[in-house]
């Protein structure tokens, strides 16, 4: 049986370094990851819950120009 987190490589192990961006929202008590690879994928997590949500608002285009971003 696979564990809750165990299918998923971290968001520090993707290639190229950088291509995330981490949102701490201290009074709602959430955090929001934001892809650059792929602009438009937004995954939000309320702490200490089990509530989270991933939504996907882009084109459908991976960006491959991650390093004229950063």
């Known amino acids: 049986m696979v564990g809750a987190g ?3 490589d971290p968001a ?3 290639v190229p370094a950088g291509c995330w961006t981490l949102r ?7 955090v929001q990851l934001r892809s ?3 602009p438009g ?3 939000t997590h309320e702490v200490a819950t089990p ?3 991933g939504v996907y608002y882009g084109s459908g285009q991976r960006n491959d120009d991650l390093s004229f971003m950063m």
């Open 51 to 53: 509530r989270y949500d």
């Open 12 to 14: 520090s192990e993707d």
């Open 6 to 8: 165990d299918w998923m």
């Open 24 to 30: 701490v929202d201290e009074a709602a008590g959430k």
């Open 41 to 43: 994928f937004f995954f």
């Open 36 to 38: 650059f690879k792929w």
